[in-house]
């Protein structure tokens, strides 16, 4: 068997001082050196990073039922956001994976379009010529009311009108998410039980989140829990195999888990996506003529959007430079067995991560270069399977993947036929690599209104 190479480091810290200060640069530094398998150490952990599509299909599809989250992980997740599809492991994940699927069927989400466009279009009439807004925050407002509407049938106005809502579940989701890194790159992580201002923080946030959730089940099930065909009646439809249903409890994580999963991701790769067009004016202006010449007479529906595919590749390029899930759950070996030529024990954790893959020269050469011609389908079909995995794989791939790009592919179209965002002077690339990867300072930008596209 082949040795796993890896750097040395002090003792018990290892290399938590480098994973600290910049982890996804510090993996793909990792994977450069060392190649398809290496290790590095974690206050007194060894994790394996494997940087290897073959490998990777070996620990996400052929080994997957091997190759469980690992525990840590899911408690840490869970006292984020519960006990829902992302943190249940074995059986207990197929079973919500069933009860959710559903909600996700091609035709479903084709039904859901109009409302990403819609509020949209909503949230662009308010725009002005010359605005200043954080585009992160304007992205992951819109992307949640999408959420909020398709899935469990809340109207954007009514949440609006609820005085400030939206401002504190934006809040309550950034503190969980700060709590959640603080913890993942802790040493030692306390018990919830304890006082500490942590839990307090977390407790209060958690409170504001359940509390949005609870109004929706509780309205949905004052109005006779008819089908509404949402994923909420679904869920509260559901029985499962002794005719039993879902708890109360049961049905909120599983909401918390859809509604905090279901936008933070999509919303980055938007805001991404401004971030990277504003720098590259040549793909801008390719981008605007696409958009131009496909929509003359309104904003998409789905059916124009094969006439709309640099739009895709622009997000598929954004995406492969900054993946939303920059590394995915760790993995634990749930017995020993090997991974091409390693020999793998168990207990051993394993590290996939997106935004190392997508930095790969093999594969994406000059990687730092944003060029959405990376992905015409000739280019495409030329890349090995799980060299570009932003939404993960096998069994867990994420069950929201048509949705999110069908979304932002309309988002995209919608916004840059009225306007185009320009980047406050002074804003650059600061990777805040937590739960999913932003920008430390947002994306402060400018906006610039359109003229309407000539008539042809
Ligand atoms: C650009 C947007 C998105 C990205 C990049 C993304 C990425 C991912 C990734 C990488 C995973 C796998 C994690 C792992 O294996 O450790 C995942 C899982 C998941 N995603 Fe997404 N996601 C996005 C949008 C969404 C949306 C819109 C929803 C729901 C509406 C969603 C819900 C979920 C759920 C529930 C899981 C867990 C699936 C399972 O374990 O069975 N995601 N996502």
Redesign the pocket.
């Known amino acids: 068997m082949t040795p796993i190479p890896g750097p040395k480091g002090p003792p018990f810290i290892g290399q938590a001082r480098e994973l600290i200060a910049d982890p996804p640069r510090y993996i793909s530094h990792l994977a450069d050196e060392y190649g398809p398998m290496s290790r590095f150490g974690f206050f007194g952990t060894t994790f394996y990073l494997v940087a290897d599509p073959d490998l990777i299909r070996e620990v ?1 599809v052929t080994q997957a039922a091997n190759f469980p ?1 690992d525990d840590r992980d899911v408690e840490l997740l869970s006292r984020m956001i519960g006990h ?3 943190t ?1 492991n074995g059986e207990e ?1 197929k079973r ?2 069933r009860l ?1 699927q559903p909600a ?1 069927h091609t035709s479903r989400v084709d039904a859901y379009a109009g409302t990403m466009v819609a509020y949209t279009e909503a949230m662009l009439d308010e725009w002005r010529d010359g605005q200043e807004l954080d585009m992160a925050e304007a992205m992951r407002e819109l ?1 949640m009311y999408v ?1 909020a509407r398709t ?1 469990f049938g809340a109207d954007r106005a009514a949440m609006r009108a609820d005085d400030g809502a939206t401002g504190r579940i934006g809040e309550a989701i950034h503190a969980l998410q700060d709590i959640a890194n603080q913890e993942f790159t802790a040493p030692l992580v306390l018990p919830t039980w304890l006082p500490t201002g942590m839990n307090r923080r977390r407790r209060a946030a958690r409170a504001v989140l359940y509390d949005t959730i609870d109004r929706l089940v509780a309205k949905r099930r004052a109005s006779g829990a008819a089908d509404t065909g949402d994923l909420l009646s679904m869920l509260l439809l559901a029985r499962d195999e002794h005719g039993d249903a879902l708890s109360d409890a049961e049905v909120r994580d599983q909401l918390v ?2 509604f905090v ?3 933070e ?2 919303s ?2 938007l805001a991404w996506t401004w971030f990277l067009l504003a720098q590259h004016p040549a793909e801008e202006a390719r981008l605007h003529a696409e958009i131009d010449a496909a929509l003359p007479d309104g904003p998409p529906t789905t059916a124009d959007l094969p006439r709309l595919p640099l739009a895709l590749r622009v997000l598929k390029e954004s ?1 492969r430079l900054y ?3 920059w590394v ?2 760790t993995r634990r070996a749930a017995a020993d067995t090997t991974l091409g030529p390693y020999a793998i024990r168990r207990g051993d954790l394993l590290w996939v991560s ?1 935004f190392v893959m997508h930095r790969r020269p093999a594969w994406f050469p000059d990687p730092e270069r944003f060029d959405p011609d990376r992905w015409t389908p000739e280019r495409e079909r030329a890349l090995p399977k799980y060299a570009y ?5 096998g ?7 048509g ?3 069908m ?2 592919h309309l988002i995209v179209a919608t916004v840059a036929r009225r306007f185009r965002p320009r980047l406050l002077p002074g804003v650059v690339e600061s990777l805040n690599a937590q739960v999913t990867l932003s920008n430390v300072d947002g994306m402060p930008m400018r906006l610039e209104r359109r003229q309407a596209p000539p008539r042809p």
């Open positions: 996400l989250k829902g599809l992302v249940a994940h919500l994976r959710t996700f992307t959420v899935l888990t859809l999963a279901g936008h991701t999509t980055n790769a995406m993946p939303p899930a995915l759950n997106p995995l932003p939404f993960g794989g069994p867990r791939v994420c069950i929201g993947n949705f999110a790009m979304e932002a």
